[in-house]
């Protein structure tokens, strides 16, 4: 009787926190998007584009506490660079203003020569890629997860992708190839 008493018992420490958790998510999704596409966004071509960060400074929700001050460089198109220092030193904050998922606070982030700010918000998500630290795969096939993004993608783009990430070898050598069963963090027991 022990252990069945035990799990009611936290039955309702379980049911607390998860609601709390809820109202959390819910407030989230009823807050206002702040950064939001211009009528007139533009779409220029970005492939092979160079990026510039002039002068830009970022503190979040607009806190005078800058994260980020007086920050210029340039990547030329077609390089590649890395960002690198120690945790909590703005590496992934550099990164994501440029999708704008945070505007800048001074300054100007460009890419072909254009301020994302002026970039049509869903074309310039479109055609930014992102590659965290940490991978995160859903139970399915590797299939199923490189089309989470991209429903309708073909195979022939999701291989084209796969061999631009060198990962295509690595997959076809998988047991089913883009069908094999992966489950969370990339484990499957």
Known sequence: LYRPVESL???S??????????????DYLDRKATIVSPEDGKTPDVEQATIEY???????????????TDVTFTVPGGTMYAIVGPSGSG???VVNLIPRLYDVARGSVRVAGVDVRDFDLVYLRESVGVVTQEA?????TILDNLRYAK??????EIERACRIANIHEFIQAQPNGYQT??????LND
């Open 151 to 156: 429903p309708e993608a073909t195979m022939d």
């Open 181 to 186: 069963e992966v489950g969370n963090r990339g």
């Open 54 to 68: 002039e002068h830009v400074a970022f503190g979040y929700d607009g806190n005078d506490d800058m994260v980020l």
């Open 91 to 93: 590496k992934s904050t």
């Open 13 to 26: 420490v379980s049911f607390t926190r998860s609601l709390a958790m809820f109202t959390r998510i819910f």
């Open 9 to 11: 018992m936290n039955l």
């Open 136 to 140: 995160y795969l859903f139970n399915g």
